[in-house]
């Protein structure tokens, strides 16, 4: 079935730039996610990419797609200690939308 | 007023106990969703249903059962609690349209004893 790994944690200094990858394995998903959990808190649509897209910027989240390796990736620059979350990564199923495979989540921690 | 409330917000309760946790949204959506979240695990999907008259299986739902009893409420039950249910359920609503982007209550923390 469908999967989707992300490693567990990342520890950055406060203006450091975090990269966090994730692979997922539904080729015919239309959209692919990355969803942000602050403490104590329901998570949060943070950006997503359609499948035909590489790249896609947002301030200061830029997100890679890697159709081929199957490989999903969000940068944010200049990070923060109010980045500090867990964010996921999410692959829809198929092509319908609607139910969507989350990964692990990784813990994103900023140190100042 | 948040757009998905979940009640209740903390519970704790005993081995072979009946619990039910409720969902509601106020955002005019059609599909709702039941997950638990594990550390380390992510979420994983227990049951949704994308009208009021569909229900169906997630990854998870062998202990759980649902009811969608309007299009702005999904109530989620476990006939007989056991202590590996202990997570923190969220519930969670998407349009049929656009980018399907899931809005998430804030989630109830079960323990069971």
């Known amino acids: 079935g469908e999967d989707v790994e992300q490693s567990l944690f990342l520890s950055v200094r406060e203006g450091d730039s975090s990269v966090i990858n994730c692979t997922y394995t539904d080729s015919s998903s239309t959209y692919l996610y990355w969803y942000k959990q602050e403490p104590g808190a329901g998570l949060q649509l943070l950006t997503y990419i359609f499948s035909n897209m590489d790249m896609k910027q947002d301030q200061r989240l830029t997100v890679l797609l890697n159709k081929k390796d199957k490989h999903l990736s969000l940068r944010i620059a200049d990070t923060q200690t109010g980045d500090s979350a867990i964010y996921f990564c999410a692959e829809s199923e198929g092509n319908q939308g609607g139910k969507l495979i989350f990964g692990q989540g990784t813990e994103l921690s900023v140190k100042p | ?113």
């Not at chain 2, 009640?7 to 709702?32: A, F, V, Y």
């Not at chain 2, 992510?42 to 229900?55: A, E, M, N, P």
């Not at chain 2, 997630?58 to 249910?85: C, H, M, T, W």
């Open chain 2, 1 to 113: 007023d948040a757009d998905v409330t979940q009640t209740p917000r903390n519970r704790i309760t005993k081995t072979g106990k009946r619990i039910m946790l409720e969902c509601s949204q106020t955002k005019g959506h059609d599909r709702m969703y039941w997950y638990r979240q594990d550390p380390g695990l992510g979420l994983r999907l227990i049951y949704y249903s994308f009208d009021v008259k569909d229900i169906n299986k997630g990854e998870i739902s062998d202990g759980y059962s649902v009811s969608r009893q309007a299009q702005a409420k999904f109530s989620l039950s476990l006939e007989s609690a056991i202590p590996n249910q202990t997570a923190l359920y969220f519930c969670a609503t998407s349009d049929q349209q656009g980018v399907h982007e899931q809005f998430f209550g804030p989630g109830t923390r079960l323990t069971v004893l």
